[in-house]
Each structure stands twice: as structure tokens, then as C-alpha cells.
């Protein structure tokens, strides 16, 4: 999931963007914004950085031992 300091970013970046009129509603604003960034990130099942490049590493290893397999499978069918 994305990091919650993320969608605080964007929560502020999004009020801050709000015309002059409406700052009083600011707050109730920034909390809107932050319940729909978060329902829509959570819906998207996004991965952070970290466990997409465990993922990438366990990948590897299972495809060079693959590699190992299928050639170790080609030395006993010959």
C-alpha cells in the first residue's frame, strides 16, 4: 500500500490548491481529500518499493534455478 506520508502530501497539496474563499472548509476538506486518496489507493492494491524488490529478487532466483532444472533435465534425457 502507499505510505500514509504520501497521501498527506497530496492531501496538503490538493487543499492548498483550494481558492481563498474556501479556507474555512479547509479542514473538513483536507479530511475528505484523505478518506478518498486513501479508499482509491487502498482499491488499487498497490505494493511499496521494498516488497516489489524482494519480489523481483525471489523471481530471479526462482528463474536461475529453473535454468538449473532444465538443464540438469537435458543431461539425464541425452
Known amino acids: 500500500m502507499i505510505d500514509l506520508r504520501t497521501i498527506d502530501e497530496l492531501t496538503r497539496r490538493l487543499s492548498d490548491s483550494l481558492p481563498a474563499g474556501l479556507t474555512q472548509a479547509k ?5 475528505q481529500f484523505r478518506s478518498v ?3 482509491a489507493f487502498e482499491r488499487m ?3 511499496g518499493r521494498e516488497e516489489y524488490d524482494a519480489q523481483c529478487a525471489i523471481l530471479e ?3 536461475m534455478k529453473l535454468q538449473e532444472l532444465e538443464k540438469r533435465l537435458e543431461e539425464l534425457a541425452s
Open 27 to 31: 479542514d473538513e476538506l483536507e479530511n
Open 37 to 39: 486518496l486513501t479508499a
Open 45 to 47: 492494491n498497490l505494493v
Open 61 to 63: 532466483q526462482t528463474r
